[in-house]
């Protein structure tokens, strides 16, 4: 960080010029994933900019996925697979009046072509994630909050699998909008055993790395919840202002 150039204090874009000295850093390979940034103050007497102009030039690169700002520890360049925030399709879906059918489908699309994509590029790592993940949906029958988290884990295992992080960070991005509905579906008594079942035949076609047949699964699984989810997610939408994810 110390080739860091000062930023031009007092000018409407200088929270954009945070940003850009950051990410040339990291053009650089001053900053690499897991790296802890310096603390505000320093940042700010680098760049020559006020602390607000730092903090608010850490959170646009927080929303864009590039760092993670962790109460009491720092902000760090974010290391694993990249996530970006949904916050901003939440005003485009306020603003333009997206459907809850249209972002269902939007996840349809993203979702079985990762499945296929797994399928054929899945290597032994993710398919250990993936039996991890589905062998703890059984043992969580029991416990909704677990076999939910399990879920959310087996679906980005299937994104990480498919080996295209611009793909999954797209998913990632539109399923965060789904989080809340497919808790109340779990806590409604979905049978989560038809569910782990599902994620099963998932997991299955992409270790035999049938293409047609993952896709076929992940169709299977995703038509039985999406028009529930799709009417609940458009309910969401017009009954709260957006908001990111917590």
């Known amino acids: 960080m ?14 954009a ?17 897991g790296d802890r940034l310096p603390p505000e103050r320093e940042l700010a007497q680098r760049l020559k900019v006020s602390r607000p102009t730092v903090r608010s030039g850490l959170r646009v690169l927080a929303g864009m996925g590039v760092v993670s700002i962790r109460q009491g520890a720092g902000t760090f360049i974010t290391d694993g697979p990249p996530t970006l ?17 249209q972002l269902f489908e939007a996840r349809f699309v993203l979702e079985v072509a990762l499945a296929g994509l797994a399928a054929q590029r899945g ?28 879920d959310v884990r087996f679906h980005r295992a299937v994104g990480v699998a498919a080996d295209n992080p611009v793909l999954a960070s797209m998913l ?10 497919r808790q109340q579906m779990v806590q409604r ?3 989560l055993k038809v569910a782990a079942e599902e994620h099963r035949a998932i997991y299955r076609a992409i270790r035999t790395h ?11 699984h995703l038509e039985k919840t999406g028009p529930i989810q799709s009417r609940e997610v458009a309910v969401a939408a017009s009954a709260s202002p957006p908001a990111g994810r917590a």
Do not use: Y
């Open 17 to 33: 010029l945070v940003v850009a000295q950051v990410r040339a850093a990291i053009e650089r390979g001053e900053l690499n994933p």
């Open 210 to 220: 049938d293409p047609d047949r993952a896709k076929r699964a992940m169709i299977d």
């Open 2 to 15: 110390s080739a860091l150039k000062p930023a031009r204090a007092g000018r409407p874009d200088a929270t």
């Open 85 to 101: 925030d949904s916050q901003p399709l939440d005003f485009l879906a306020a603003l333009h009046g997206f459907t809850g059918r």
């Open 189 to 191: 008594g979905l049978d």
């Open 123 to 150: 290597d032994a790592d993710a398919l250990v994630a993936l039996s991890d993940e589905t062998t703890a949906m059984f043992a969580s029958l029991d416990d909704p909050e677990a076999f939910l988290s399990h």
């Open 172 to 181: 990632e991005m539109v399923t965060s909008l789904f989080d809340q509905v």
